[in-house]
């Protein structure tokens, strides 16, 4: 079993910035990869970004590319979701989730490949 555990979401206004970190724990040996969805009211959750704790490859939706950047900390079993230049738009729950099984560039946007999730935190973008 892995846990997930969101923080540093909040209000901010238009072109603001907000940093988000997951702390794993438990079984935290046996994820491949981390990433990021969001679900904002009335629409179904969507990818954001992911990393793989080997190597640490990066991948980002299309709608966030150029300004939110993905990082982790593997001693720490820490990642963050730096966010600048925040729109409207951007204001969702934010899930962390984990993933234990065959991760690839073909499978990292599907909420099938994550098999572990975070409660979400509140990312609000407004003026």
Known sequence: QVQLVESGGGLVQPGG???LSCAASGRTFSL?????FRQAPGKEREFVAAV???GGTTYYADSVKGRFTISRD???NTVFLQMNSLKPEDTAVYYCAGSRGYFS?????????YSSWGRGT???VSS
Do not use: H, I
């Open 17 to 19: 910035s907000l940093r």
């Open 32 to 36: 491949s990869a981390t990433g990021w």
């Open 52 to 54: 793989r704790w080997t």
């Open 74 to 76: 593997n001693a720490k």
């Open 105 to 113: 560039f073909s499978n990292y946007a599907s909420r099938r490949t």
């Open 122 to 124: 509140q990312g609000t």
